[in-house]
């Protein structure tokens, strides 16, 4: 079982920037597929990010060039730095993980994740 606790959203400007943390405990990160999400009210979840076990990074074309995903030096924290933010990156974040391989951003594959944080909120005004 993995635990999962996002951090950092909040109220930005568009053009601003924000990172968010993921604090992983109960388990060694580096053996899972981890991932960020976001969903709007209404909306399915999407995803956003992800990185796979070898430290592969994948992204969703909407945010490619702007979001980066990374994990810390103390290997139990993802980040997710989010560059140039536009109105219409306004969701709840999630940080998500999961064993298995096909570790993208896709709708088909994200619906794989079994291991979810509570979400960080992100306001993004135009």
């Known amino acids: 079982q993995v635990d999962l606790v996002e951090s950092g959203g909040g109220s930005v400007q568009a053009g601003g920037s924000l990172r968010l943390s993921c604090a992983v405990t109960g388990a060694t990160y580096s053996r899972y597929c981890m991932g960020w999400l976001r969903q709007v009210p209404g909306k399915e979840r999407e995803g956003v990010a992800a990185?796979?076990?070898?430290?592969?990074?994948s992204y969703a074309d909407s945010v490619k060039g702007r979001f980066t995903v990374s994990k810390g030096n103390d290997k139990n924290t993802l980040y997710l730095q989010m560059n140039n933010l536009k109105p219409e990156d306004t969701a709840m974040y999630y940080c998500a993980a999961r064993a298995g391989s096909w570790c993208v951003p896709e709708p088909a594959a994200v619906r794989y994740y079994n291991n979810w944080g509570q979400g960080t909120q992100v306001t993004v005004s135009s």
């Open positions: 990185m796979d076990t070898d430290g592969s990074a």
